[in-house]
């Protein structure tokens, strides 16, 4: 029953720059207060950034909370819940005033208008197109379906460990792959999924057509925010995309997702196909990230990196052997 809300965007080794882009991201006014836990070091940086009001010093809480030493393993965010209270509590009086004197605000979602239903009557008779094409692809006997969509730049055993989940989870999966990410050739992208799922008898790789709606209108600045810290992002729109076009050519009942622990945007669709895709029947399921036996999370960066290094050993280790032939012809490329 306050007269305000309180979002937390943190997560675990965010640097400057990524904590940045992620505020570009947000839909801020005037009586919108950003709080930051920093070290020296980073307000410096935030500072480089034009960020410099209201500074308060945690050494003035810790000289009063001298028996806290015992509730620390090591520095600040390694502690008990006992200090991480106190911590919450010292940081609430320094902005308390300020907090009280900010008029009440409508309840509304921290991110861009959804531009996807926005438009949807402009659009119709593109949506009624990309119907039509996915329902070439339906099966009708199948009564609990699957839909998994994925960027796969490249395709990972992640990727394939989700499929298969799926697979044994569902009459029959749905692979959708977006081919317009510009690191490897789409052909040889839908060329990699559709190898390594080639042994599944229940799943079928479908290629994403944006020449028929544009992702921009759905989900923009996804593929950009890699590029510019200004690259936003509409997961609203994502979901009705699911629900209005994948959903009445498909008849999926289920969706199938990997967790996301790092980027922000990601975590954001995430939370918002859970939240809102069951209004359109559509449940959504999401599975923890897969590693291999050495602990090492089966991700499409590490494999992009690992090319640039020319390290076929951690490759082989993280992609199915389909996809290894494709990458040996990206060898140059990534010198």
Known sequence: NKNYQLHNFGARNLLIPEIVRIINTLKINSNDILLFVLTSHEINMLNDFGINENIFNLKEFFDNEKQLHNYFLDEP???????????????????????????MQSKRDIQLENKFIENYDQIKSEAQ?????????????????????????????????????????????????????????????????????????????????????????FLPGYFERDKSPNACGNTSGFIDFIGKVIKPALDVKQR??????????????????????????????????????????????TVRNALKCNDWETIEQLVPRPVVNILHKYTSFFK
């Not at 200090?83 to 902005?95: E, G, P, R, S, V």
């Not at 697979?167 to 317009?180: C, I, N, Q, R």
């Open 77 to 103: 965010m390694h502690c008990n819940y006992i200090c991480t209270k106190k911590i919450a509590n010292f940081a609430f009086k320094k902005i308390k005033n300020i907090l009280s004197s900010k008029k």
């Open 129 to 217: 197109k990309y119907i039509d094409y996915l329902s070439e692809f339906k099966v009708s006997w199948a009564k609990n379906s699957s839909i998994v969509l994925m960027h796969a730049n490249p395709f990972t055993l992640g990727h394939y460990k989700l499929v298969e989940y799926a697979s044994k989870h569902s009459d029959y999966v749905y692979v959708m792959l977006a081919l317009e990410s510009g690191m490897f050739a789409p052909s040889d992208v839908y060329e990699m999924a559709k190898e390594s799922c080639k042994d599944f008898g229940n799943v079928v790789v479908i290629k994403d057509r944006t020449d028929i709606i544009p992702r921009e209108l």
């Open 256 to 301: 199938f997702v990997g967790s996301e622990p790092v980027d922000k945007l990601t975590q954001q669709m995430n939370l918002e196909s859970e939240r809102s895709l069951p209004k359109y029947g559509i449940k959504h399921i999401e599975i923890p990230r897969f590693v291999n036996e050495k602990g090492i999370v089966y991700s499409a960066k």
